[in-house]
C-alpha cells in the first residue's frame, strides 16, 4: 500500500505527473526552508505568499519531488527547467485541495484506531503525553507533528502513515465555525478527546455553549463502537445526551477516570488517581496544575486502547516539556523564564497564574503579559478581569503589560503593584533584558501567539550564548 502513480491517478484524474514514477515513502513539507533532502515540497498559494515563489530554496535544500500548480507550469519550466530534470513534478488545477483530497483517500486505505484531540486548551500537551504512553506500551504509532493541526496540517500528518502503524493520534484545532466538520471528515477518528472548552476563539467562534457544539462535531461520524472522552468536570460537556459511548474524566467523583486529594509540594504534583475502581499513586515533575488534566484525558485513550494501568501510571509521569506551555528555562543572563506564551486566552491564562503561585521559589516572582486576542466583543472585560485575577499570586513582586488591550488592566492590578506598560515587544525589550540580568528574578510570560513575546526569547536567548543551545532548561 503506498502513495504511487495509481492511487494519485484515482484521487486526482485531472493530475499531470512527470516522470516515470513517484517517491512513493516520501514525506511531504510545505515551507521550503524546512525541507529534507528526498521530500516533497508541495507549493501553497495563500493570501500573502505563494510557495511557487521558493522553489528553488526547496531544490537547494533537496527536494526530490513538488506539487505544482497548472497554471505555474510556464513560468516554472522558464526559470527551473534544467534542475527539474531529474524530479517527480505533480501538476494539479490546486495544490491545496490535492494535498487535503490524496490525504483523505489515504485516511480511508487505514482499519486502525485513530485518536483525535481536540479543546480550547491543552491538545498539544494531552497528544505528547498520549505519544509517552504508546511509546511506554511499545505500540508503533503515528503521532502528528507540534501543533500541527488545521486541514492542511492535519494532510501533511495523515500522508506519513504506514501499514506498520497501529494507531495514529491527530489534534485538531478550530477557529471558526465549520472548521470541526471539515477536520472531522478529513481525519475520521475512531476515538476523540474534547479536553476543555474555554473562552478562545471567541470572535470565530461565540460564546462557551457554541464553542462546545462545534468542538462536539469530533464525534459526528462516530458510530456504536466508537468512543468520547470528554472533560466530565464542565456542565457545556457532561450534561450533554450522546448517541455513542462516552468516557468521562476529572476531578470530579462521577468520571470514570479521576484525580483525587490532588497536593502539591516542592514544585511536584502528588495525586490519586483512579482508573473506573482501581487507585493509583501518581507524581507528576511539575507544578503546572493543568497538567493534571491533560493526564487524565491521555490514561482515558490508553485505557480505551486496552493498555494496562501500570503502563499508563508509568507514562505519565515521565517529564514532558512542550516549548511555549510552562516551560521552565535558565536565561543565559541570570533570570529564570517560565515560557508559557505560546497562546493565551482568559482560562488558560487564570490557570497559568494559578501555577505559577503554586511554584515554590525564593526569587522574585515577575509577570509578563501580552494581549489576549480573539475575544470578540468582551475582550476589554477579559483583561480586566486577568488584572484582578493577578491577585492569586501571593508573592508578586511585578507586572509588565505589552500590547494594547492589556492596558485596561491597570485600574484591575492588585493595589500597590508595580508594574510597567509597553506598547510592542520591542519597546519592552530593554525591561525585560534588565530584568533577566538578576539572578534574583523568575518571569512567567503569557500572550497570544501573535504577540510575538518568541522575539524575546529569541533576543535574549542568544545573548552572551557560546553553544548552539538557544534554550538552556532547568
Not at 495544490?95 to 486502525?112: N, S, Y
Not at 462546545?212 to 445526551?241: A, C, P, V
Not at 478581569?385 to 508573592?395: A, F, N, P, V
Request: net charge positive; with cysteine.
Amino acid at each position: 500500500m503506498q502513495v504511487d502513480l495509481d492511487f494519485i491517478s484515482s484521487v486526482i484524474p485531472q493530475a499531470q505527473i512527470l516522470g516515470n514514477s513517484w517517491l512513493s515513502d516520501a514525506d511531504y513539507v510545505i515551507d521550503s526552508r524546512l525541507v529534507q533532502p528526498g521530500e516533497i515540497f508541495v507549493a501553497l498559494t495563500g493570501a500573502k505568499f505563494d510557495g511557487h515563489d521558493f522553489l528553488k530554496q526547496a531544490l537547494d535544500n533537496g527536494a526530490a519531488g513538488f506539487i505544482l500548480n497548472e497554471s505555474q507550469r510556464k513560468i516554472i519550466y522558464e526559470k527551473y527547467a534544467k534542475l527539474l530534470e531529474s524530479k517527480s513534478i505533480l501538476f494539479v488545477p490546486d495544490t491545496r485541495l490535492a494535498l487535503i483530497e490524496l490525504a483523505r483517500a489515504w485516511r480511508k486505505r487505514f482499519d486502525i484506531s485513530v485518536v483525535g484531540v481536540t479543546g480550547s486548551v491543552g491538545k498539544t500537551t494531552t497528544k505528547e503525553i498520549i505519544r509517552n504512553i504508546l511509546k511506554i506500551a511499545q505500540i508503533n504509532a503515528l503521532v502528528s507533528s507540534g501543533n500541527q493541526n488545521t486541514m492542511i496540517g492535519a494532510s501533511l500528518n495523515i500522508l506519513k502513515l504506514r501499514s506498520r502503524h497501529k494507531v495514529a493520534v491527530f489534534e485538531m484545532g478550530i477557529s471558526e465555525l465549520g472548521n470541526m466538520k471539515q477536520l472531522t471528515e478529513l481525519i475520521h477518528p475512531t476515538l476523540a478527546i474534547i479536553t476543555q472548552i474555554a473562552h478562545a476563539h471567541m470572535q470565530g467562534l461565540g460564546g462557551l455553549a457554541t464553542i462546545s457544539k462545534e468542538k462536539r462535531e469530533i464525534f459526528s461520524l462516530f458510530g456504536n463502537h466508537d468512543i468520547g472522552i470528554i472533560n466530565g468536570d464542565q456542565k457545556e460537556l457532561s450534561e450533554i445526551s450522546y448517541r455513542h459511548p462516552v468516557v468521562s474524566f476529572g476531578k470530579k467523583r462521577t468520571n470514570q477516570i479521576q484525580a483525587r486529594r490532588v497536593v502539591i509540594d516542592k514544585n511536584f504534583i502528588h495525586f490519586t488517581l483512579k482508573i473506573y475502581k482501581n487507585s493509583y499513586p501518581v507524581v507528576l515533575p511539575t507544578c503546572n496544575q493543568t497538567r493534571v488534566m491533560n493526564a487524565l484525558a491521555a490514561i482515558a485513550v490508553g485505557y480505551m486502547l486496552e493498555i494496562p494501568d501500570t503502563l499508563l501510571v508509568k507514562a505519565i509521569e515521565l517529564p514532558i516539556v512542550v516549548k511555549g506551555r510552562f516551560e521552565i528555562l535558565q536565561s543565559p543572563l541570570g533570570a529564570e523564564f517560565i515560557n508559557d506564551a505560546y497562546n493565551a486566552n482568559p482560562d488558560s491564562v487564570k490557570a497559568s497564574i494559578i501555577s505559577f503561585d503554586g511554584y515554590k521559589t525564593e526569587k522574585n516572582k515577575i509577570v509578563v503579559l501580552g494581549d489576549m486576542l480573539e475575544l470578540g466583543d468582551d475582550v476589554i472585560f477579559w483583561h480586566r478581569q486577568i488584572g484582578r485575577y493577578l491577585s492569586k499570586i501571593h508573592d508578586l513582586y511585578k507586572v509588565v503589560l505589552i500590547g494594547n488591550y492589556v492596558q485596561h488592566m491597570k485600574k484591575s492590578l492588585p493595589y500597590g503593584i508595580k508594574y510597567e506598560l509597553f506598547d510592542t515587544v520591542e519597546q519592552a525589550y530593554d525591561c525585560i533584558k534588565g530584568l533577566a540580568h538578576d539572578k534574583n528574578n523568575i518571569l512567567l510570560f503569557k500572550a497570544s501567539n501573535s504577540m510575538r513575546f518568541s522575539y524575546l526569547f529569541e533576543k535574549i536567548f542568544e545573548l552572551e550564548s557560546n553553544n548552539d543551545e538557544r534554550y538552556t532548561r532547568s
